[in-house]
């Protein structure tokens, strides 16, 4: 499995109103469709085309972020049926779903990230951020 293809096909991003008090933020990964994609430039292997929507929401209703988008995979042919068999439930198995989900949190985190900053929403991720070295109030060392 190789990843061929990244794209976002629409990026939507919306503060309601401002806000006060406790605001909660979640963020969530859906697949919409997985289809065969035929490329004239690749015809030896099957391409699978996941169409997928990450979004942030902001509760209560103050703010959303929809990100919809498109990865395409190149396959081997048995592994290609084999996901394409089990679309047919709304199902994708465990050795494509990790890493498929894991590019896609990666390169959406990112963009939502930079929106985030954009208008001034909290970050939907912890951030690092520096802290002041704590002071050891026993200055006794015991050696072990």
Known sequence: MQVIGFNFDKIHAEKKKHQKGKIEV??????????????????????????????????????????????MLLMEKDEAREVLKKWKDKKISQEVQLPLFNLILTKSNLKALQLEEELNLPTHVPLPRLKPPQENNNNTNYAG
């Open 26 to 71: 979640s963020s969530n990964i859906a697949i919409k469709s997985v289809e065969e994609e035929k490329l004239e430039a690749i015809k030896d292997k099957p391409v699978i085309k996941f169409d997928f929507e990450f979004f942030v929401t902001y509760k209560p209703d103050f703010a959303d972020i929809r990100l919809n988008g498109t990865v």
